[in-house]
C-alpha cells in the first residue's frame, strides 16, 4: 500500500518560533521521490522540495529544513524563526517510480497558523 | 505566461447537468493530471494522461471522464453532476520523473447545488 501520514492536522505557533511538520510515508518500493508543497491562503500550490529515495542527505535552503529518514520512512519539514507568511497548509507527497506515470499520493495537509 | 492555466476559475452548477472544465498548458509536457481537494483528504487524483488520447483512471474517477486530443489540453467532464463533486479541482504538468515535480494550475472550484 501506499500512503502519506500528516498526523498534525493543525499547528499554531507564535511568530519567530521553530516549528516542526511531520510526514511518514508507506511503500514497498525502492525508488521513490517525496515532496512538500505549500497552499497559502490564496490557494495555489507551491512546490518547496523533491527528494528521491537515494538521497538521505538533510536539506536547508533559508528557514526552512528537511529531515529524510528512511528508516522511520519519514520526511520532516522544519521551519525556523517562522514568519506570519509562512502560516499555510502544507502537504507532504510520495511519488513511487515503478508505476512510471509519477503519480502522487498526497498526505492531508497540515495547517500552520503563524500568530503575529 | 503563467504555463498551465485553468477554466473556468469558479463554476456553480445544478445537480444533474453536465461540467467540464479545461486545463491548458504551453509547456509541451507529456504527462496531465486532474485531482481534486476535499477537507480532510489531501488532494486526490481522478485521472491522468501520458500523452495524447492516453489516459488512465486515479483512485476517485467515478463520475468523471477525460479527454486528450492535443498535448496543450486536458479536460475533465462530470457526466451528471452530483454535490459530492463539490470541491476544488486542480490540474498539474510534468515532463518526465526527473523534471523536479509537478506545476500545479490555480485550481477551479466548483460547487454543485
Known amino acids: 500500500a501506499q500512503k502519506v501520514t500528516q498526523a498534525q492536522t493543525e499547528i499554531s505557533v507564535v511568530e519567530k518560533e521553530d516549528v516542526t511538520l511531520d510526514c511518514v510515508y508507506e511503500t514497498r518500493d525502492t525508488t521513490y521521490y517525496l515532496f512538500w508543497y505549500k497552499q497559502p491562503p490564496s490557494g495555489e500550490l507551491v512546490f518547496l522540495i523533491r527528494r528521491n529515495s537515494f538521497d538521505e542527505q538533510n536539506e536547508i535552503s533559508g528557514r526552512y529544513s528537511w529531515n529524510f529518514q528512511k528508516s522511520t520512512s519519514s520526511f520532516n519539514f522544519t521551519i525556523t524563526a517562522s514568519q506570519v507568511v509562512d502560516s499555510a497548509v502544507y502537504f507532504c507527497a510520495l511519488s513511487p517510480l515503478t508505476s512510471g506515470t509519477y503519480k502522487y499520493i498526497f498526505g492531508t495537509g497540515t495547517r500552520l497558523k503563524v500568530l503575529a | 505566461d503563467a504555463g498551465i492555466t485553468q477554466s473556468p476559475r469558479h463554476k456553480v452548477t445544478e445537480t444533474g447537468t453536465p461540467v467540464t472544465l479545461r486545463c491548458h498548458q504551453t509547456?509541451?509536457?507529456?504527462?496531465m493530471y486532474w485531482y481534486r481537494q476535499d477537507p480532510g483528504h489531501g488532494l486526490r487524483l481522478i485521472h491522468y494522461?501520458?500523452?495524447?488520447?492516453?489516459?488512465d483512471k486515479g483512485e476517485v474517477s467515478d463520475g468523471y471522464s477525460v479527454s486528450r486530443s492535443k498535448t496543450e489540453d486536458f479536460l475533465l467532464t462530470l457526466e451528471s453532476a452530483t454535490s459530492s463533486q463539490t470541491s476544488v479541482y486542480f490540474c498539474a504538468i510534468s515532463e518526465d520523473w526527473d523534471s523536479g515535480g509537478y506545476t500545479f494550475g490555480s485550481g477551479t472550484r466548483l460547487t454543485v447545488v
Open positions: 509547456e509541451n509536457h507529456r504527462y
Open positions: 494522461s501520458y500523452g495524447v488520447k492516453d489516459t
